[in-house]
Nanobody, 129 residues
């Protein structure tokens, strides 16, 4: 059984930084798509960043336009942990953040929640002055 546990959320002021972690247990090499999503109250869940492992992906990453240059997704294979480094946080980054894993297939939208099979329960990020 695949299980994901997020941590690292909290409250910061605008311009601050946080690093989210997602530890995956029951992970198998077939799960080549790793992503971070967020959902603010009253809004749809949106893909923030994704990482593709394996021979096809080769460690490629992609980001939501509004976080490019501020957020970085990375993977520690030895720890089965996915990170999301968030710098220069803005008020609009406030949301519940979720990590998810799935199987990469050519042609899918890798920032769409529908492309992922397993989800964590989320960690809250609040940016306020």
């Amino acid at each position: 059984q695949v299980r994901l546990v997020e941590s690292g959320g909290g409250s910061v002021q605008p311009g601050g930084s946080l690093t989210l972690s997602c530890t995956v247990s029951g992970y198998t090499p077939s799960l080549t798509l790793l992503g971070w999503f967020r959902q603010a109250p009253g809004k749809e869940r949106e893909g923030v960043a994704r990482f593709i492992t394996g021979a096809t992906g080769g460690g490629s990453t992609a980001y939501l336009d509004s976080v490019k240059g501020r957020f970085t997704i990375s993977l520690d294979n030895g720890k089965n942990t996915v990170y999301l480094q968030m710098n220069n946080l803005k008020l609009e980054d406030t949301a519940m953040y979720y990590c998810a894993v799935g199987v990469f297939r050519v042609g899918i939208n890798t920032l769409s929640p529908q492309s992922y099979e397993y989800w964590g329960e989320g960690t809250q990020v609040t940016v306020s002055s």
